[in-house]
DNA sequence: TGCCATTAGTAAATCGTTTTACAGAACAAT
DNA sequence: ATTGTTCTGTAAAACGATTTACTAATGGCA
């Protein structure tokens, strides 16, 4: 029952077992009716090349591995999903992990992926801050760290979007649009991108004469509609929130529909990220739009070159993309 | 620049390479003092065991691979993260991959996991029809499907809902509440799932006395909305709408949100999947939840006592569990 | 004391590949 | 005829862990 292994392969075609490698690898040539003889042989046995003998010997692994705070959100799934692609069509494989988002989650499972010793890992922190056992990579695996990180003091490649301008040009939107009293539903300000959207919008908007709130709503989304729901009622009503990532737009509907309060005749909304749902509504949801596949290829593109021209040591390079914001009718013109 | 291996270790502590093994397998007993020197010195080198040679060697390998059809489907995602969650409070590690529902992807890709010698595979095909090389795994490793197969023909352990029932369930409901015109909207009848879903609802609206039409809108949101929109437009409306999947309940508010069309009042919706954003609104989907955790604990408890207990020769086991009716506010009393 | 059982360690074999170092054959150029 | 070069092929070493088989030391008990 034992899966059969190169030497069966060259037993059968009659040869040695460097010129099945060598057939299947590529690395010298063979002839052709050798080659066939091999080929057939493996057939007819079922080989497959036993992964971890080939990258014990060769010393070179095939495979990245990926690290997300969370699987189920379809932002980071949509991430993987296009690591997943590109990596296969470079002939790598991809062992993922969640944190969960927790960081003592996060430091083991980072530790399980590196016994894979992956030829490159691209992360998704949970915090702003590098883990210790990412830390220790420098100089030894290709990293790149993607969304969670705040750029300057990063020690690798970082690809993320300029989320401060995101929460700019939302602040100058909704300002444009006459709205002058406006709530920040963020998740939680220790994440980078959160900080800096909630920034760049507070910073924009009262700028522009108008006032904003903040309002943390964690990352649960029932806790986050409870929480901005008694914020609601006992506050005076916003013209306009502005929801930082999908969870607190989730919240922020959820609260809103338990109240009969309506998006945009009641209170406008613009969302952060795009999902499928947010178009399928009768007011569907105007939102900055993040470029994810953009992302993603970014992320690949900076590992790939780092792992194949072995640019160690190069300076740490930072890609910085951009959200574009989507017009569409939850906000209402005052 | 190299890792360090066992052997730097060894030296450094002063015991044998097995010595330092038998400190992190546990596999044999080690002396106090001896343990602590092994530990210092491993982790003053940043030592980490290397997996392939550890796997090559103990010919036992803690990988599951798991296969599914797109992972951007939050449903499919979830599957994984729980799988992910108890993979490694077992001791495994999970290698991915998505077919992006494409067969020759299929094919290809679970070629490359296999590759990993993984032990054991948990596959969500994107088919009906058992792929090739998974059939082959018959006798060698333990496989479990999930989701959409057909129960009866297939060689391996199998956990699916009663997809049936499903339909059953929703068509009597929706009749109970005085529905007589129901569209269901399916996205490809290829898939089990699908299909039982879509002859348990229509068999049971026709029996109670109401009528039924399929429309297949496939899996492409926009086109399943470009589809259903045009029957709208051609058809006299149905009372009520049986959205069955994600996708096609997405397509089905995308329609209704494009010719004013409300969802309740105009036309009733039930929902099959339970989606955060489906609760989210003003008018709540009324849905058909699924127990995806369990599907996914169900999963992988059939594939670790086939993979611990060696059962590999028995017969085949079908779990199968049930989808539950959530009663929201999208289904209108006529 | 003598004998057996248990414990704690090591040297060397081993897993399935890839790679190195070498060799014979064929052919071209001198 | 001699030399060099290119092509194909092989035997054996190597990768880094685990496991086997063996030894030495310790302790218990008659």
Redesign the pocket.
């Known amino acids: 029952m ?9 037993k059968l075609a ?9 057939v ?2 590529g ?5 052709d ?3 066939d003889r091999v080929r057939g042989a493996a057939q007819q046995l079922g ?4 992964r ?9 692994n095939q495979v990245v591995a990926v690290l997300v705070p969370n699987l189920t959100d379809t932002f980071f799934a949509k991430i993987i999903s296009n690591l997943e692609n590109m990596a296969f069509s470079h002939g790598y494989d991809v062992i993922v992990a969640s944190s969960h988002d927790r960081l003592d989650v996060e430091e083991s499972r980072i530790n399980a992926l590196l016994r894979w010793q992956p030829a490159g890992l691209i992360a998704i922190p949970c915090s702003g801050s590098i883990p210790k056992s990412i830390a220790n990579l420098k100089d030894t695996t290709p990293v790149v760290m993607v969304d969670r990180v705040s750029v300057e003091d990063c020690l690798f490649d970082t690809v993320t979007i300029d989320n401060f301008k995101s929460g700019v040009d939302a602040g100058v939107f909704l300002s444009q649009q006459g709205h002058e009293k406006i709530l920040i539903a963020a998740s939680n300000l220790d994440h980078p991108p959160i900080k800096n959207r909630t920034q760049g919008c507070f910073e924009t908007v009262e700028q522009l004469g108008g006032r904003c709130e903040v309002l943390a709503l964690g990352s649960d989304l029932e806790e986050g509609a409870n929480v901005l729901g008694s914020w609601l009622d006992n506050n005076e009503h916003p013209t306009a929130i502005f929801g930082l990532t999908n969870v607190t737009t989730l919240s922020v509907l959820t609260a809103m529909a338990d109240r009969n309060i309506r998006v945009c005749d009641d209170i406008s909304l613009v969302a952060h990220d795009d999902y499928a749902w947010m178009s399928a509504r009768s007011t569907s949801l105007t939102v900055m739009q993040q470029p994810v596949d953009d992302i993603a290829k970014t992320a690949w593109n900076r590992l790939i070159a780092r792992i194949e021209s072995k640019e160690v040591n190069q300076e740490p390079q930072s890609s910085v993309l951009e959200a574009h914001l989507v017009k569409r009718k939850s906000v209402k013109k005052l």
Request: cysteine-free; charged content about 25%; glycine content about 2%.
């Open positions: 034992k899966k059969p292994s190169i030497k069966d392969v060259a009659g040869v040695s077992t460097a010129t099945v490698s060598n299947f690898s690395r010298k040539a063979v002839n009716d050798l080659k080989y497959q090349a036993n971890a003998a080939s990258q014990l010997r060769s010393q070179r």
